[in-house]
């Protein structure tokens, strides 16, 4: 069955009144997981600092989240060209550890 030119145009009418629906409507549906919930940690200020990394010639980032109390050390993998993790401390639990009167 050949379509003329008049019923093209309303099925892309059609079409395109479709998509603007789904446009307007999917973003109010539903939120991604990790907007919002119980894993919810809202804002927070972080402070950044370049160093080494002892007993290697790598240099390293190292990231602590002031608000939270924790921070990351992050070095560049050469081989994989690509930002790697290489230890996480939660500050608030060391300090806690270091507050506790040793016999």
């Known amino acids: 069955m050949k379509m003329n030119r008049r019923s093209r145009i309303v099925a ?16 109010l549906a539903s939120s991604a997981d990790g907007q919002a919930g119980v894993f919810s940690r809202g804002r927070a200020t972080y ?28 070095v560049w993998n050469e081989k994989t060209k690509s930002i790697s993790s290489f230890g996480y401390r939660n500050l608030a639990a060391d300090s806690a550890a270091s507050a506790r009167v040793r016999p």
């Open 12 to 27: 892309l009418f059609a079409l395109n009144a479709l998509l603007i629906v789904a446009i307007l409507v999917l973003p």
């Open 47 to 74: 402070s950044m600092a370049g160093g080494n990394i002892p007993a290697t010639s790598m240099g390293a980032i190292y990231i602590v989240d002031e608000t939270h109390e924790e921070m990351i050390g992050l």
